[in-house]
């Protein structure tokens, strides 16, 4: 039977890695076909099954089957990254009263092409995060939130560079 100690190697490793599902890595693998990252995700959750039932035996024998997997099938990895801040979706679903209080959003998506024009219901916001979006040019009518100091653009999308047009306020 496997003890706990004599995992704590492989626990490091997963944890340097991105294997361990309980953590939140930005690093993802992309694997060679759909069914490869089904297998991946279906060891992942037998995985974390395992410990929490403390059957260190079977886990250890998973993270093998993992490395194995990983070794045949991936590819590479995909940088992703979590947000720093509320999304623009759940901020949405926000009382009146706490949208004009909002200070920090990220808007974060592949398809998001343009500012949406949702951003503008929350006055005071202060700090606006653009993750991984298509959007190429930061619209001069952002001034309008006199509050706002800092655009942060994380992981654009595409080859272009991104514009912003003149405005006071953003310094940053």
Same mark, same amino acid.
């Given at each position: 039977?496997?003890?706990? !100690?004599?995992?704590?190697?492989?626990?490091?490793?997963? =944890?340097?890695?991105? #294997?361990?599902?309980?953590?939140? =890595?930005?690093?993802? &693998?992309?694997?060679?076909?759909?069914?490869?990252?089904?297998?991946?995700?279906?060891?992942?959750?037998?995985?974390?099954? $395992?410990? +929490?039932?403390?059957? #260190?035996?079977?886990?250890? +024998?998973?993270?093998? *089957?993992?490395?194995?997997?990983?070794?045949?099938?991936?590819?590479? #990895?995909?940088?992703?990254?979590? &947000?720093? #801040?509320?999304?623009?979706?759940?901020?949405?679903?926000? !009382? $009146?009263?706490?949208? %004009?209080?909002?200070?920090?959003?990220?808007?974060?998506?592949?398809?998001?092409?343009?500012? &949406?024009? %949702?951003?503008?219901?929350?006055? %005071?916001?202060?700090?606006?995060?653009?993750?991984?979006?298509?959007?190429?040019?930061? !619209?001069?009518?952002?001034?309008?939130?006199?509050?706002?100091?800092?655009? *942060?653009?994380?992981? &654009?999308?595409?080859?272009?560079?991104?514009?912003?047009?003149?405005?006071?306020?953003? $310094?940053?």
């Amino acid at each position: 039977m496997m003890t706990f !100690p004599r995992l704590l190697p492989w626990l490091f490793w997963l =944890s340097i890695t991105g #294997f361990c599902h309980a953590q939140l =890595s930005t690093s993802l &693998p992309v694997f060679k076909t759909r069914a490869d990252s089904l297998r991946y995700a279906q060891l992942n959750a037998q995985l974390t099954a $395992a410990f +929490q039932s403390k059957d #260190f035996a079977k886990a250890n +024998q998973l993270m093998d *089957s993992l490395a194995r997997l990983r070794g045949r099938t991936v590819t590479g #990895f995909v940088q992703r990254y979590q &947000p720093r #801040f509320l999304t623009l979706d759940s901020a949405l679903r926000l !009382p $009146a009263e706490e949208k %004009a209080t909002l200070t920090k959003l990220t808007v974060t998506g592949r398809q998001v092409t343009s500012v &949406p024009t %949702a951003v503008f219901q929350f006055p %005071a916001l202060q700090e606006l995060e653009l993750t991984e979006t298509a959007i190429r040019k930061v !619209p001069r009518t952002l001034r309008k939130i006199q509050s706002l100091q800092r655009v *942060s653009v994380i992981n &654009p999308q595409g080859e272009q560079r991104l514009k912003l047009g003149r405005n006071r306020n953003i $310094a940053h």
